[in-house]
Every structure is written in C-alpha cells, then in structure tokens.
C-alpha cells in the first residue's frame, strides 16, 4: 500500500465540516468519545471543543496527564486523530498506552493510521519521550500491523478480563 499524503496539524477550526462528518460516521459505528464527545454538543460550540482539545496539551488532573491531540488531514479533509499521552498512569500502563488513534470508516485501509504513527513518533520524542508504549486488542489485526510496521516490538500480552481480546503491549524506540 502506499502512503497517502497527510499531515499532522492540531485540532483547529479550520476544517470543522469534514471534522463533524467524520465524527458522526465514529457516532453511526460507536465510537465517538474517542475523537470528540457528544456531536450536538460539539456542534452547536465548535470553537469551545478546539480550544478544550488544545488545552488538553497542558491540562492535568488526577485523572488525566497532559496528551497533545493531532488531527490527520488529506486533500484538506479531516481522516483521523491521533492523541500522544506525554507521560503513563497506571490505567494507561493497563489499556490506552502513549498512543491512541482512529481513522475515520470512510477513509481506512488506505494506509493513514500506519502514516499518523510514523508522523506521530518524531513529536512523542520532541515531548521528551525515548520510548513509546502502544496497546491493542489481539483481535485487532489492522492495528497491530499499524504497530509493527512502524517498529512496534511485542513484549507481553495478557488478559485482562476474559471475556474481552487479550491486550497486546507494543514499545516503540524513539531513539
Ligand atoms: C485500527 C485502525 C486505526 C486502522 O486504520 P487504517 O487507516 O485503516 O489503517 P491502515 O490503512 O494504515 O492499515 C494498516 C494495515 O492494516 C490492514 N488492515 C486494514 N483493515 C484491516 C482489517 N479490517 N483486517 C485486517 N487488516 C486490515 C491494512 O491492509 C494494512 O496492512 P498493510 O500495511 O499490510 O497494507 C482503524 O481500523 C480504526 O480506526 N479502528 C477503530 C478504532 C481502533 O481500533 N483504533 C486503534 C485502537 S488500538
């Protein structure tokens, strides 16, 4: 597969309609709380919702460590999100890791999840990080081969409740 063209760009006002397609396809297969919140609630205030996901780069509190957010932009169109935690809890050590990403329904298997972690790695290590921790469900196939092709080695697996996927723990050097 070859690469689409993307760029990494922080959460922005500036491309709010492809934003708010791509979070009501997330809404249609379930899973909104990762790149947004509630779509009528993001909606009615966009401008609120960009700078509540800006803040989040500096933001702590005893729940949540400092995680910056980038957006994946192709042709001018919102495709994906990708957050870097800058530092592990022990929730995030069990599930979440450094990393978490999601491309749009409409725009996978075109190569942008394993294009967002390669563009991702170079900031993880601008924020002071050597080595980056990314889970995932065993079940997961497209995500572990965004892992491993971007140099993801495997070093446990296990199973953290048994009638979920086991959870598979990646370490990316970042050098
Ligand atoms: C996992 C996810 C981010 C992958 O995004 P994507 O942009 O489609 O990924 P890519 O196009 O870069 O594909 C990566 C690889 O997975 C393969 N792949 C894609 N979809 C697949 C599927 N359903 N089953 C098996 N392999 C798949 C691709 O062929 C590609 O393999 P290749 O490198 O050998 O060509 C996306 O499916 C998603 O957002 N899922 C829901 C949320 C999620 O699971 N996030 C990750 C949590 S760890």
């Known amino acids: 597969m070859s690469s689409p063209k993307i760029t990494l760009v922080p959460p922005t006002e500036a491309h709010r309609d492809t934003f708010l397609r791509g979070l009501r396809e997330f809404q249609d297969e379930g899973l909104p709380w990762y790149i947004g919140g509630d779509l009528a609630e993001v909606e009615r205030d966009f401008g609120a919702f960009v700078a509540k996901k800006l803040a989040e780069a500096t933001r702590r509190t005893a729940e949540f460590v400092p995680s910056t957010q980038l957006w994946a932009i192709h ?10 935690r800058h530092e592990l809890t022990e929730s995030l050590r069990r599930d979440g890791g450094h990393i978490g990403y999601d491309t749009v329904p409409s725009f996978r298997g075109r190569g942008v999840a394993t294009e967002m972690l390669r563009l991702a790695l170079p ?5 002071g990080l050597h080595e980056v921790l990314v889970t995932c469900n065993d079940t997961n196939a497209a995500s572990i081969r965004v892992i491993e092709r971007n140099g993801g080695v495997l070093r446990e697996t296990q199973v953290l409740d048994p009638t979920k996927p086991a959870k598979r723990y990646y370490w990316i050097d970042l050098g």
């Open 123 to 127: 900031v993880a290590r601008t924020l």
């Open 75 to 84: 042709e001018e169109q919102f495709v994906g999100r990708i957050s870097i």
